[in-house]
């Protein structure tokens, strides 16, 4: 623990019962003007642009990031409640068409410092070798300029800062992890009674919730609200993790500012600060070097609108590919009915995972494949899911008294990226006098298959542990891709050190730059690429 300490002091940055931050850390922040011509300013604070954030400061950079949403303080911002928790997501307009349209939400967007971590399950799994090169092995997606050996190292520093706990992982690249699993409940339990049944093999984690005292972090209490913010701040995530030992080592973070444009020199074609607004007040923040990390929504609208003579079809788009390649990841969930209580919610919703299923199968007619996680859905969510199913009125009623009956399962399939799945810019403009963002997302064939297959899979597993109901809802998570990394400018925005290809002192450093998204929840990745990108420009600093 005193080498994560070296590197990231954040467990012990928190009140000495692990509530809340340090009051002198964000009351005594440094602050700079806007006429500071900063050595670097970034825009959003979520996984990846904290990450830069800690690791620029802590190389004595003076860094400020300017976050859209509110700075959260979890003691009095937090409820365990699912309606009070809305104001977690990004909930600015946005429209979406394609034949298969994707709901944006709590799902796959954040609000506020900290990000869609904020309110995400705190699963964190590393990405395949195989996710790099997919193209080159399998004839789909893209290959990365980079390979898992690239990133191996910043997993491993992310998985002892964050911290992560699980058992030994035998899929993809083996390795153990920092802490020890989690105890299992219900759901967990059913999920690996299913699993051996069927012949599967399930492993408890891998999550980012401290499995006992972490610096001045508290254990988890299995409170079961992952998903709407970690109370106790047992579940780690940008907002207590890197963001106060950022703040330690001299970096500002400014919230509610809406960045709203990058500002670029017509002469030397590098950008020179962004256009952001406060308080309804317009602003501009000069800085050598501007990063992006708004994810994979706000990142290529913000592109788009950065427009200018030497980018009259938005900044970095001389290619036509801002915007372009985004994906989803297929989350079908199946749900079964047991005699005997099973009470889901009281534990951390992803408790046991299989990727037994992840890498393409030879045998099968699609590729690339799917990972398997125990969700535990509230009862809002729950009410969601029933009602998918047509039951209205008496019956759902019925359904939900028997709420503490059910186990769910949940599975994440590799959606393949395509070039017409994209961003652009609505007609309609929002509060800001910002064009919203349009997206549209359209599946293939290929993502059917991996729909149905997935959805057949965790039907065995419950009904192998003993269900006499399945009930399964089609659904979407995790956005990645918009703006993503290539080796060449014809074929992506920034290159592998998530420099974008046009501006030289632009940087993009969040989920939009993944030109694959695997079968893994991805905020353990992004914040592992925004650690190699940040350690890549400290090397070119010096």
């Known amino acids: ?26 009351d005594n922040m440094r602050r700079f003007d806007d006429d500071d011509e900063v050595d670097l300013v970034i825009v959003g604070c979520g996984a990846g642009g904290s990450t830069l954030l800690q690791r620029m400061a802590r190389a004595g ?80 997606g893209a290959d990365w300029p980079i390979d898992y050996g690239n990133l191996k190292s910043y997993y491993e520093l992310i998985e002892e800062e964050l ?32 699993a051996l049944a069927c012949g599967i093999t399930a492993k408890v984690g891998p999550v980012a919730i401290s499995n006992g005292r972490f610096g001045n972090r ?7 609200f992952c998903l709407q913010g970690c109370k106790v701040n047992a579940k780690a995530s940008p907002l207590i993790t890197h963001v106060p030992d950022a703040l330690a080592h001299g970096a500002e973070v400014r919230p509610d500012s809406m960045v709203t444009r990058i500002e670029i020199d017509q002469r030397t074609g590098r950008a020179t600060g962004v256009h952001y607004a406060r308080g309804g007040v317009s602003r501009f923040q000069r800085a050598s ?38 994906m989803v990841q297929g989350a079908p969930q199946t749900a079964g009915r047991f005699d005997d209580e099973v009470r889901m919610w009281k534990a951390p919703p992803p408790e046991v995972s299989s990727e037994q299923f992840y890498e393409t199968d030879p ?40 709420y503490v009956h059910w186990a769910c399962l949940g599975s994440l399939c590799e959606f393949l ?80 050190d998530c420099r974008s290809f046009a ?9 939009s730059v993944l030109p694959t998204q695997g079968s893994a929840n991805p905020a353990l990745t992004i914040m592992a690429v925004a650690a190699r990108a940040a350690a890549r420009l400290t090397q070119q600093r010096t």
């Open 363 to 402: 045998g099968k007619p699609y590729k690339r494949g799917f990972s398997i996680q125990t969700v535990s859905p509230l009862p809002i969510t729950w009410a969601e899911h029933v009602s998918a199913q047509g039951y209205w009125g008496a019956d759902l009623r019925n359904y939900m008294s028997d």
């Open 417 to 496: 990226a395509l070039p017409d799945n994209r961003v652009t810019l609505a007609d309609e403009k929002d509060r800001h006098g910002m064009p919203i963002a349009r997206f549209d997302y359209s599946q293939c064939d290929n993502d059917r298959a991996l729909m149905k297959a997935a959805t057949g899979v965790m039907e065995d597993i419950l009904k192998g542990a003993g269900a006499d109901e399945v009930i399964t809802i089609n659904r979407y998570a995790h956005l990645v891709g918009g703006a993503r990394m290539a080796a060449t400018e014809q074929k992506g925005v920034v290159d592998a």
């Open 218 to 224: 508290p254990h988890c209490i299995y409170r079961g």
């Open 163 to 194: 911290p992560v706990s699980g058992e030994d992982w035998p899929w993809g690249d083996p390795h153990g992890y920092p802490q020890r699993p989690h105890p299992v409940g219900g759901n967990g339990e059913l999920f690996q009674r299913g």
């Open 61 to 140: 950079a003076r860094v400020v990031a300017l976050d859209a949403g509110p700075f959260w303080e979890p003691e009095t911002d937090w409820v365990s409640d699912e309606a009070g928790s809305h104001h977690l997501y990004w909930t600015e307009p946005r429209k979406i068409g394609g034949s298969d349209p994707v709901p944006l939400g709590s799902n796959n967007s954040g609000r506020g410092v900290g990000g869609s971590m904020v309110h995400y399950a705190g699963y964190a799994p590393r990405f395949h070798p195989s996710d790099f090169r997919t193209r080159t092995n399998d004839g789909v």
């Open 1 to 26: 623990m005193s080498e994560v300490r070296e590197r990231n002091e954040s467990a012990w940055l928190m009140t000495a019962d692990g509530s809340r931050m340090e009051p002198g850390l964000r």
């Open 503 to 511: 501006v030289p002192n632009l940087l993009i450093v969040d989920g």
């Open 289 to 326: 070097m501007v990063a992006v990390a708004g994810y994979s929504i706000e990142t290529p609208r913000l592109l788009l609108n950065s427009t200018s003579d030497r980018f009259p079809n938005g900044l970095c788009n001389d290619f036509d590919q801002v915007g372009r390649y985004l």
